[in-house]
């Protein structure tokens, strides 16, 4: 009979404990799967005709004064059997399961079990053999099975199902097992007949990781029709692949899932991880693999805009940079922390967080009742400091001024030496993000329209380097320069720079999806390879600018000694 049109019952016990012949029942539950779908259960608790010993209550929960007034087995199994029937018995560690049946069965009077069945511990043996411990525990954690109720007889013979689907799954693509004869007798195979590996893992290892580069790129995983399931980048291509195919038995289900689905591998080098990394983001929206759990729509990171287009700015946060004159930060992780960081500038800084209809109504409103707005509506001093509060949170953002950090740790101790600890908490938790936001500003040193750079990295080959053109926060250019760069190289960079940082180049007016998800990009390697970077402002001599970059490109080009290490 084929496994489609085979009907299993899942069944588990509980007992008064583990000794066969003396101890006796407690709860019986069972699950009917046909299809991959269940389609009916069975659950009762058991009177044992005697005490439930109190350990037996803390693994289970089931204590003496539950199944008093119970029914015995003996007037349970029958209904039991009833809904077995004539299909295949299947349980974990089946023989402890089946003695503790057939004893209740003897003890009834009825004949023991000896229809077809199935033992999922005999199979996890043979599929999951370097799985330290073969439990169910320890089977449903590295398999991420959820099980509702552990120790009770139903929610066990649950997950011991969800167990035998995985497996029946596995064993079709593994070992071309379609039928339940074929299923039952795979069972008492001799290990070293079901420790053979799929033949396309073999073909893979032989044929394909033979010729996978060891420098940086992006890979593509392919399934049988050549679609791509997974894309992924690396700073060397050989080492990473090479992971995917070396203990596949070790790796979390769903890597295991998805080497089971691959048959190809493909792959591009970029020559930087920097390269690799921006288009690896492009790729995963490209292709939209089924694997790429992250990454497959572009989000919307927040920035925070400081408004400086009013005579008196305000600082909120969006979605999306515009070239409306205002200067934007970031961008950071969250939606919920740029929310924070807006209310906890506002309550440091004290700049107005009214809106212009209520501002030109010229008289102070609830925020400066809350000592949180200087009240330049009605001019007088609260307008004349007002420029100094602007300058203040701009060279915070920008991390030059770090008065914010010892305002919140001081209100982080006195909310502490209160006794408010909820307050403090969270005092604590912005003192935390202020102080990573300040180190990202503080290398950025900058608002998004204000980074103008160029970044250098150089190729794992060493016969190039790799210099991305940064203007506006935005990738205006690509170039490779060969090592050592001849007159025509050193003419070509000149073209480039002059290109991508020339003064009549006009900023966007509105920065899509895919731009601000190469601006984070960007950002972030710029934030952790500062001394890679050459910096370019308006008015800087072009000669001037050509020098400090070639000097970095020089710099820059790594000796023959140093190693190349992958960073994931």
């Known amino acids: 009979m084929r496994l489609e049109e085979t009907t299993f019952v899942v069944t588990d016990t509980e007992t008064t404990g583990s000794r066969a012949g003396e101890d006796r029942m407690i709860e019986i539950g069972a699950v009917k799967v046909r299809g991959a779908e269940v389609v009916g259960t069975f659950q009762h608790l058991v009177n044992p005709g005697r005490h439930v010993p109190r350990r037996i209550t803390l693994l289970t929960g089931i204590s003496t004064a539950m199944v008093f007034d119970q029914p015995a087995a003996a007037d349970i199994l029958p209904?039991?059997?009833?809904?077995?029937?004539?299909?295949?018995?299947?349980?974990h560690n089946l023989p402890f399961d089946r003695r503790v049946i057939d004893q209740e069965l003897a003890l009834a009077g009825l004949p023991p079990l000896k229809g077809p069945s199935l033992c999922t511990l005999r199979l996890a043996r043979r599929l999951v053999p370097t799985l330290s411990s073969k439990g169910l525990t320890a089977l449903t954690d590295h398999f991420e099975i959820r099980v509702n109720g552990r120790h009770r007889a139903l929610g066990d013979a649950e997950a011991t199902a969800k167990l035998l689907l995985h497996f029946v799954e596995r064993l079709k693509r593994e070992f071309g097992i379609e039928t339940a004869e074929e299923l039952l007798a795979f069972q008492h195979r001799r290990y070293r007949?079901?420790?053979?590996?799929?033949?396309?893992?073999?073909?893979?290892?032989?044929?394909?990781?033979?010729?996978?580069?060891?420098?940086?790129?992006?890979?593509?995983?392919?399934?049988?029709?050549?679609?791509?399931?997974?894309v992924g980048k690396a700073k060397r291509l050989s080492a990473r692949v090479r992971t995917y195919f070396n203990a596949v038995d070790n790796h979390a289900p769903h890597i295991q899932k998805l080497v089971r689905e691959v048959r190809d591998v493909t792959w591009e080098e970029t020559g930087t991880e920097l390269a690799a990394l921006l288009e690896e983001s492009r790729l995963i929206k490209h292709h939209l693999p089924h694997f790429n759990r992250a990454g497959r729509r572009y989000r919307d990171y927040p920035f925070l805009k400081l408004d400086t287009t009013h005579p008196y700015p305000t600082l909120s946060w969006v979605h999306f940079i515009e070239g409306d004159g205002a200067e934007y930060y970031g961008p950071l992780p969250r939606r919920y922390q740029a929310e924070e960081l807006v209310e906890l500038i506002g309550r440091l800084f004290q700049l107005r967080e009214c809106d212009d209809p209520v501002f030109h109504l010229g008289r102070p409103c609830l925020y400066h009742a809350m000592g949180r707005c200087t009240a330049?509506?009605?001019?007088?001093?609260?307008?004349?400091?007002?420029?100094?509060?602007?300058?203040?949170?701009?060279?915070?953002?920008?991390?030059?001024?770090?008065?914010?950090?010892?305002?919140?740790?001081?209100?982080?101790?006195?909310?502490?030496?209160?006794?408010?600890?909820?307050?403090?908490?969270?005092?604590?938790?912005?003192?935390?993000?202020?102080?990573?936001?300040?180190?990202?500003?503080?290398?950025?040193?900058?608002?998004?329209?204000?980074?103008?750079?160029?970044?250098?990295?150089?190729?794992?080959?060493?016969?190039?380097?790799?210099?991305?053109?940064?203007?506006?926060?935005?990738?205006?250019?690509?170039?490779?320069?060969?090592?050592?760069?001849?007159?025509?190289?050193?003419?070509?960079?000149?073209?480039?720079?002059?290109?991508?940082?020339?003064?009549d180049a006009p900023v966007p007016e509105r920065f899509d999806r895919q731009e601000v998800d190469a601006i984070r990009i960007l950002a972030h390697w710029m934030r952790l390879h500062p001394a890679r970077m050459v910096r370019w402002a308006p008015g800087l001599d072009p000669d001037l600018f050509l020098s400090r970059v070639l000097d970095a490109l020089v710099a820059a080009v790594p000796d023959d000694a140093e190693a190349i290490e992958e960073e994931e």
Request: hydrophobic letters at 45%; a negative charge.
């Open 376 to 503: 330049p509506c009605v001019g007088g001093e609260g307008a004349a400091v007002y420029p100094r509060v602007v300058d203040q949170v701009r060279r915070f953002l920008t991390g030059h001024d770090e008065t914010a950090l010892a305002t919140v740790e001081a209100a982080m101790h006195e909310a502490a030496a209160g006794r408010e600890f909820e307050l403090a908490g969270y005092y604590r938790d912005q003192l935390r993000r202020l102080e990573r936001m300040l180190d990202y500003q503080r290398r950025v040193a900058g608002a998004v329209h204000d980074h103008h750079a160029v970044l250098i990295e150089p190729e794992a080959s060493g016969e190039a380097s790799q210099l991305f053109m940064i203007r506006a926060g935005r990738l205006a250019g690509r170039l490779r320069v060969p090592t050592p760069p001849d007159a025509a190289d050193l003419e070509a960079l000149a073209a480039a720079l002059a290109a991508a940082f020339s003064l």
């Open 193 to 230: 007949d079901t420790r053979r590996e799929p033949a396309h893992l073999v073909r893979i290892r032989k044929e394909v990781l033979p010729r996978v580069p060891d420098r940086p790129g992006v890979y593509f995983m392919r399934d049988k029709r050549g679609q791509v399931i997974y």
């Open 79 to 91: 209904a039991w059997l009833d809904f077995l029937g004539e299909d295949v018995l299947v349980a």
